[in-house]
């Protein structure tokens, strides 16, 4: 749905979109079809459009454990800017 509000321009789709895909990071974090989301957010969206990539970049910073599942290390591996944006919210929550 966010790639078809941004393809057609249909004004308030992504940010609907953007709103239930943070509920569902917020709940799903720990499902096994997190990370195919993750992914699907990261190779769908150019890098410049953060709307969905903030979004996983946050959930997977409140929950570093993560990190040790290998489907989220393959997608942190293949999208650099993963890794960087949760270096950033760490930062922002005062990660030292």
Known sequence: MYEIGE???VMGLKEL?????SR????FWN??????AA?????TTPDH??????????AISKHLELVEKPEIEAVLTEFNG????ILKEKKQQGWK
């Open 82 to 85: 993963l890794a960087f944006g």
């Open 24 to 27: 569902a990071c917020e709940h």
């Open 39 to 43: 992914y699907h957010a990261f190779s």
């Open 17 to 21: 979109s953007q709103q239930k895909f």
């Open 49 to 58: 459009d953060k709307g969905l990539r903030d979004l996983v970049s946050k």
């Open 7 to 9: 393809k057609y321009e």
């Open 31 to 36: 499902d096994p079809k997190f990370s195919i």
